[in-house]
């Protein structure tokens, strides 16, 4: 049984900074694309940053420069480290993993940006 699981949210003053991790189980998805995703409340969940299986990047525009997405193959964990960050990336932030037959879900970690 295929499992992600988010960790890292928490809270943060303005400026901050957090390290997100998620962990898959139950397969290796070292030749699958993954991705972070965020929900801010009253809003559509939104891509944040993918990364190929090779290692290529994709940013959404609000969070260019401030955030690194990066994976680790042999812990079958994706990353995502944000900096400089401020009350609109207050969200639930999910990763995802992109498979030819589904895509598989996080259950969800807070971020919370405030002073």
């Known amino acids: 049984q295929v499992q992600l699981v988010e960790s890292g949210g928490g809270l943060v003053q303005p400026g901050g900074s957090l390290r997100l991790s998620c962990a898959a189980s139950?397969?290796?998805?070292?030749?699958?694309?993954m991705g972070w995703y965020r929900q801010a409340p009253g809003k559509q969940r939104e891509l944040v940053a993918t990364i190929t299986s090779g290692g290529s990047t994709n940013y959404a525009d609000s969070v260019k420069g401030r955030f690194t997405i990066s994976r680790d193959n042999a812990k079958n964990t994706v990353y995502l480290q944000m900096n400089s960050l401020n009350p609109e990336d207050t969200a639930v932030y999910y990763c995802k993993v992109f498979t030819v037959i589904r895509e598989y879900w996080g259950q969800g970690t807070q971020v919370t940006v405030s002073s």
């Open positions: 139950g397969r290796s998805f070292s030749m699958n694309a």
